[in-house]
């Protein structure tokens, strides 16, 4: 290597120029900032992993549901053409309680499923429900909450989107 005296000043002033300085308390506020990164990017993925169970728990237990909801509607509406005489007001009450039931669960179903989690055309409603009880699963989680109650939690506040709107 050719060690110059062109080479030493340029050395120097680059060294000038960056003010660099080095000292213990900056490596210890490097190591915190470091952890809280961490810590923060695993909140993250923790959290959007939790919300994506409740998500496709929610979806598949809706879907379970509207297999059973749509097949009472159909059968109220078979029962009702193939015997008119038999809409009593009764008859008529408990229909019309099944395609509220139907019209609204399937409002829901479309609804979750118009979030599109995965694609990216998603429609923003996971990110802003996210954002609305990320304090919320941070203090169950600092309080030792397990997941599943989580899970649950989170499930909850998808289906209120949805019941405290009718």
Do not use: C
Request: proline content about 1%.
């Amino acid at each position: 290597m050719v060690k110059s005296e062109a080479w030493k000043k340029s050395l120097e002033q680059q060294t000038q120029e960056k003010e660099l300085y080095a000292s213990a308390e900056d490596e210890g506020i490097l190591i915190e900032e470091s952890n809280t990164l961490k810590s923060k990017t695993l909140f993250e993925k923790d959290y959007q992993s939790l919300v994506s169970r409740a998500y496709f728990k929610i979806i598949t237990e809706a879907e379970k549901a509207d297999a059973r909801i749509s097949s009472e509607y159909r059968l109220l509406t078979e029962q009702e053409t193939s015997n008119p005489s038999m809409a009593d007001k009764q008859f008529k009450k408990r229909k019309d309680e099944v395609s509220k039931k139907y019209e609204a669960h399937k409002a829901m179903l479309s609804g979750l499923k118009s979030w599109n989690i995965f694609s990216e055309y998603k429609s923003g409603d996971l990110e802003y429900f996210k954002a609305e009880h990320q304090e919320v699963v941070t203090n169950m989680m600092a309080n030792g909450e397990g997941n599943s109650q989580i899970v649950n939690f989170l499930i909850y506040k998808m289906a209120d989107l949805y019941h405290l709107e009718e």
